[in-house]
């Protein structure tokens, strides 16, 4: 019994250790792929079957940010490991794991263009297949905060900001992983931390895509049957794109 317990002690210990590196390493890939500066930028993940949330705490520079500093806390926001406070952004992160069941890992940037889309207030365009591989359609940009929302409770209501922006135009987030608060910055997510970096990634480059076509042709479209036959070929039961399997001959 007693040898049991241990057991069970030394798994949860080293599953907790593995979940904390793992959001740490997300963390650090954003400053690997160039899409933040100093301490502009946070990656959080959940462990669904615990109920806990890891994120970077906030303030702490990239290089000098060891797994241990990672902050682990419940979906209501209590600390209950961590010896520093967590990402002023924590509640904009609970919101979305809250009300978006299928997602594992949530990041926010400060990208250069996807965060020019958002100080503009407009949704970036799909205009080609490199959007269309990974969003179903525009990435929405939500409405302005008022007074009071911003005095209030201001990182929940842009959790809340996101979440209505999704209900009210019917959005899948499975589908369209990316958002952007108006005149703030884009939020990502996936089914891990990492698959929420690589949409980070992504959200970036079509952001700058978008910028250059409006540019060179400002009337540019995108034909909606080739935006369906693109997404559909990496997302749904259709999907044909990568490995079926684990070989690769």
């Given at each position: 019994?007693?040898?049991?317990?241990?057991?069970?002690?030394?798994?949860?210990?080293?599953?907790?250790?593995?979940?904390?590196?793992?959001?740490?390493?997300?963390?650090?890939?954003?400053?690997?792929?160039?899409?933040?500066?100093?301490?502009?930028?946070?990656?959080?993940?959940?462990?669904?079957?615990?109920?806990?949330?890891?994120?970077?705490?906030?303030?702490?520079?990239?290089?000098?940010?060891?797994?241990?500093?990672?902050?682990?806390?419940?979906?209501?926001?209590?600390?209950?490991?961590?010896?520093?406070?967590?990402?002023?952004?924590?509640?904009?992160?609970?919101?979305?794991?809250?009300?978006?069941?299928?997602?594992?890992?949530?990041?926010?940037?400060?990208?250069?263009?996807?965060?020019?889309?958002?100080?503009?207030?407009?949704?970036?365009?799909?205009?080609?297949?490199?959007?269309?591989?990974?969003?179903?359609?525009?990435?929405?940009?939500?409405?302005?905060?008022?007074?009071?929302?911003?005095?209030?409770?201001?990182?929940?209501?842009?959790?809340?900001?996101?979440?209505?922006?999704?209900?009210?135009?019917?959005?899948?987030?499975?589908?369209?992983?990316?958002?952007?608060?108006?005149?703030?910055?884009?939020?990502?997510?996936?089914?891990?931390?990492?698959?929420?970096?690589?949409?980070?990634?992504?959200l970036e480059e079509v952001a700058?895509?978008?910028?250059?076509?409006?540019?060179?042709?400002?009337?540019?479209?995108?034909?909606?049957?080739?935006?369906?036959?693109?997404?559909?070929?990496?997302?749904?039961?259709?999907?044909?794109?990568?490995?079926?399997?684990?070989?690769?001959?």
């Amino acid at each position: 019994m007693v040898d049991t317990l241990i057991f069970e002690q030394m798994r949860e210990s080293h599953e907790r250790a593995k979940f904390l590196s793992e959001v740490f390493e997300a963390n650090c890939s954003l400053v690997k792929h160039g899409l933040v500066l100093f301490t502009w930028g946070n990656v959080s993940g959940i462990d669904r079957k615990r109920g806990l949330v890891a994120i970077k705490p906030s303030g702490v520079p990239y290089d000098r940010m060891t797994a241990e500093d990672i902050v682990l806390l419940t979906l209501e926001g209590e600390v209950v490991a961590g010896r520093l406070k967590p990402s002023s952004d924590t509640p904009t992160h609970l919101a979305l794991y809250r009300a978006f069941p299928g997602i594992g890992g949530v990041v926010h940037t400060h990208s250069t263009y996807a965060t020019a889309w958002a100080q503009a207030g407009y949704d970036i365009p799909i205009l080609g297949t490199t959007h269309a591989d990974y969003f179903s359609r525009d990435v929405p940009c939500t409405r302005n905060m008022n007074e009071t929302k911003i005095k209030g409770d201001y990182e929940k209501e842009t959790g809340k900001m996101i979440i209505n922006c999704f209900e009210e135009e019917d959005l899948n987030p499975m589908h369209l992983p990316a958002v952007l608060v108006k005149n703030h910055g884009p939020f990502t997510w996936g089914k891990t931390p990492e698959e929420a970096v690589h949409h980070a990634v992504v959200l970036e480059e079509v952001a700058k895509l978008a910028h250059l076509t409006r540019m060179i042709n400002p009337i540019a479209i995108m034909n909606k049957h080739l935006v369906e036959k693109h997404f559909s070929r990496k997302h749904g039961p259709e999907a044909y794109y990568g490995q079926t399997n684990e070989s690769t001959n």
